[in-house]
C-alpha cells in the first residue's frame, strides 16, 4: 500500500454525515449512514488506517460478550457477512476454539454454555480440541467451539471497507487532521466541512480535541504488545484460539459465577501473567502466521520503549501451548486502543449535532457495526 495517496477533496456541498477517523468505527458509522441514504464524508490524518483497526487479531469474538455488547455484536456480525460480499473480501466462519487446560477453566465454560445454549457454545472433550488444534502442546481438559464468532485479516479487510465506500461515492479526505468541530461546521487543515452531524470517531486521541471529556469518561490508553510467529510444523489452525487467560477479559466470561475461581487460580500460579495483562490467544493469517498475543498496560501516555521480557512472556506461554521449545517470531508490533474502566463504549455529544464515539474496552471489530448502527438509530 502507497504512503503516498492523494487525499479525496473535501465535499464542496454540505454533507448529512461527516465521520473523522477511517478506522473500524468511523468507517462502520459511514457505512450505515450511506446505507441509509445519507450524504457521507470521511476525513482521516493519515494516509491509510494505520491505528489500532489494523493492528488487531482480526477476531470478531461475538459471544465472549455480554449485555449491550453482545447485542452489538450479533448485528455487527450480519453487517461483517454482508459486507464481505460486497467489498470482496474474505471472511472466516470457523468460529473460534476456547482451549480449558485446568477445571476451572472448564467450570467457566460449562457455566456459559448453559447459559447461552448450542447455538452459540459448544463443549468439547480433550479429542474434540485436538481436532481444532492440531499439535502436540495444550493437554487439553476439554473446551469449548463459539460457532458465531468470525475472523478477518484486518490489515487487508480495513482497507477494502474504505475502497467499496469510495466507489459508491463517498469521499475519503486522506491526510486531512480536524482542527475543531463545532456545530454544522468542521475546520480541517485543507479546509471547512459543513455537515448536519459529526461523528468523531478518533478512538483514544478524543483527549486532543477534548480533554475533558475524555477525562470525564476516565479515558486511557492501553498499549498492546503483539507478535507474528511462524506456524510450528505447518500447522493450520482454522478457528481463533481463546484460553483461560482469555476469560479473564471477556465480559460473557468474567460474568460467570466461577470466573472469580478461574482468576484466584491463575493469581496463585502465575500471577506474573496477571501483572502483564496476558491474554494469551491466536489467530492464523492467510499465509500461514500465527498473531500471537498480547499483553496490555495501561497510561495516559505511553513511553516509546517495549519490555523485551513481556515479549518472553508471550513467546513461553505460546511455545508451551503449542507444545514445542521455542517460536520463531516474523514481526513485533504495539498496538494501542482507548480504554475506559468504566464502559465498553464512550458516546457523548460534545456539541450540538457532534458525537464523540470510541470503543473503549479492545473489541472495535467486534462492535463497531452495531455501535453505529444504534448512533445512528438516535439521531431520528
Not at 498475543?293 to 512472556?313: I, K, M, V
Request: net charge negative; with cysteine; glycine share 10%.
Amino acid at each position: 500500500m502507497s504512503n503516498h495517496r492523494a487525499p479525496s477533496a473535501l465535499p464542496s456541498e454540505p454533507v448529512d454525515l461527516l465521520v473523522v477517523g477511517a478506522g473500524v468505527v468511523g468507517l462502520a458509522h459511514a457505512v450505515e449512514a450511506h446505507l441509509r441514504g445519507l450524504s457521507v464524508a470521511v476525513v482521516d490524518r493519515d494516509a491509510f488506517a494505520a491505528g489500532a483497526s489494523v493492528r488487531n487479531f482480526g477476531h470478531v469474538c461475538v459471544t465472549a460478550q455480554n449485555g449491550r455488547a453482545l447485542e452489538y455484536a450479533l448485528a455487527a456480525r450480519e453487517r461483517w457477512l454482508w459486507l464481505a460480499g460486497k467489498a470482496g473480501f474474505a471472511l472466516n466462519q470457523a468460529g473460534t476454539l476456547v482451549v480449558a487446560r485446568r477445571p476451572e477453566e472448564m467450570a467457566v465454560l460449562e457455566d456459559l454454555a448453559g447459559e447461552r445454549g448450542p447455538e452459540q457454545v459448544r463443549l468439547l472433550d480433550g479429542a474434540g480440541v485436538r481436532r481444532h488444534l492440531p499439535v502436540d502442546g495444550a493437554a487439553p481438559l476439554g473446551g469449548a467451539h463459539l460457532p458465531l464468532d468470525l475472523r478477518l485479516n484486518s490489515p487487508t479487510v480495513i482497507p477494502a471497507v474504505a475502497e467499496w465506500l469510495a466507489a459508491q461515492g463517498v469521499p475519503i479526505a486522506w491526510r486531512t487532521s480536524v482542527l475543531s468541530a463545532e456545530p454544522g461546521l468542521v475546520r480541517t487543515s485543507r479546509g471547512e466541512v459543513r455537515a448536519a452531524r459529526t461523528v468523531l470517531a478518533v478512538g483514544h486521541d478524543v483527549d486532543r480535541l477534548y480533554p475533558d471529556v475524555a477525562d470525564a469518561a476516565g479515558i486511557t490508553r492501553c498499549k498492546l504488545q503483539m507478535l507474528e510467529v511462524e506456524a510450528p510444523g505447518g500447522v493450520r489452525i482454522d478457528p481463533g484460539v481463546l484460553t483461560g487467560l482469555s476469560m479473564l477479559r471477556y465480559g460473557g466470561f468474567t460474568a460467570q459465577p466461577s470466573a472469580a475461581a478461574l482468576r484466584e487460580a491463575v493469581a496463585a500460579r502465575a500471577p506474573e501473567l496477571l501483572d502483564a495483562g496476558v491474554n494469551l490467544m491466536l489467530v492464523q493469517r492467510p499465509g500461514g502466521a500465527i498473531v500471537l498475543g498480547d499483553t496490555h498496560h495501561y497510561a495516559l501516555t505511553h513511553g516509546p520503549f517495549d519490555d523485551e521480557e513481556l515479549a518472553r512472556l508471550l513467546l513461553r506461554e505460546g511455545a508451551d501451548l503449542f507444545g514445542v521449545p521455542s517460536l520463531r517470531v516474523l514481526r513485533r508490533w504495539r498496538g494501542e486502543y482507548a480504554s475506559s474502566a468504566r464502559a465498553d463504549v464512550l458516546d457523548t455529544e460534545v456539541a450540538d449535532g457532534v458525537r464523540a464515539v470510541s470503543v473503549t474496552s479492545g473489541i472495535g471489530m467486534t462492535i463497531a457495526h452495531g455501535l453505529a448502527q444504534a448512533v445512528l438509530d438516535s439521531f431520528a
